[in-house]
T-cell receptor, first 111, second 115 residues
Framework: DAKTTQPNSMESNEEEPVHLPCNHS???????IHWYRQLPSQGPEYVIH???SNVNNRMASLAIAEDRKSSTLILHRATLRDAAVYYC????????????FGTGTRLQVTL | ETGVTQSPTHLIKTRGQQVTLRCSSQ?????VSWYQQALGQGPQFIFQ???????GRGNFPPRFSGLQFPNYSSELNVNALELDDSALYLC??????????????FGPGTRLTVL
């Protein structure tokens, strides 16, 4: 499985944008980039995914570098409810159904 | 639409015992995956069930086994429990089986403590 590297933790103020980085220098051409997050005392939940182009949904935006070796999850206005561990995951066609989690980035949001 | 449910919520066992954890898939989902999450770590893939057969296994010994039923619900069985088996066990359901990138929906997990 291709590996991802994320900072262990980040902090943000409420109502401000948050940029969560992920490095995946060994990504292959067919790997999709997925993001999940895990709120305290809950199972992970899907946030967003993409292949090459930037993606937007109601929760977040995903910016993918042109060489695809890195990506950034963008929360446009962080709220206290966004405090969670965010996982960047690569999914390849051979093992697409399996999610390989790293240790993720713990996001703290303060007033 | 009912989400993924798991039972029990918490469980305490002693070394050497056996345990069965249960998972009900989200309505319409035919694939179930199980993950183990140790404290402070990300979830680790145990195995996946599709069409009542195991399809893909992570780095877990054979004493971890499972079942999927015709209604797509699933069980995770762990024999000969060890202290290191203490963890949060997560079940995730999805549609489409292996080789798909579909979103996985997770349950709240079962917290297993082995003494």
């Amino acid at each position: 499985d291709a590996k991802t590297t994320q900072p262990n933790s980040m902090e943000s103020n409420e109502e401000e944008p948050v940029h969560l980085p992920c490095n995946h220098s060994t990504i292959s051409g067919t790997d999709y980039i997925h993001w999940y997050r895990q709120l305290p005392s809950q199972g992970p939940e899907y946030v967003i995914h993409g292949l090459t182009s930037n993606v937007n949904n109601r929760m977040a935006s995903l910016a993918i570098a042109e060489d695809r070796k890195s990506s950034t999850l963008i929360l446009h206005r962080a709220t206290l409810r966004d405090a969670a561990v965010y996982y960047c995951i690569l999914r390849d066609p051979g093992t697409a159904s399996k999610l390989t989690f790293g240790t993720g980035t713990r996001l703290q949001v303060t007033l | 639409e009912t989400g993924v449910t798991q039972s029990p919520t918490h469980l305490i066992k002693t070394r050497g015992q056996q345990v069965t954890l249960r998972c009900s898939s989200q309505s319409g989902h035919n694939t179930v995956s199980w993950y183990q999450q140790a404290l402070g770590q990300g979830p680790q893939f145990i195995f996946q069930y599709y069409r009542e057969e195991e399809n893909g296994r992570g780095n877990f010994p054979p004493r971890f086994s499972g079942l999927q039923f015709p209604n797509y619900s699933s069980e995770l069985n762990v024999n000969a429990l060890e202290l290191d088996d203490s963890a949060l066990y997560l079940c995730a359901s999805s549609w489409g089986g292996p080789q798909t990138y579909n979103e996985q929906f997770f349950g709240p997990g079962t917290r297993l403590t082995v003494l």
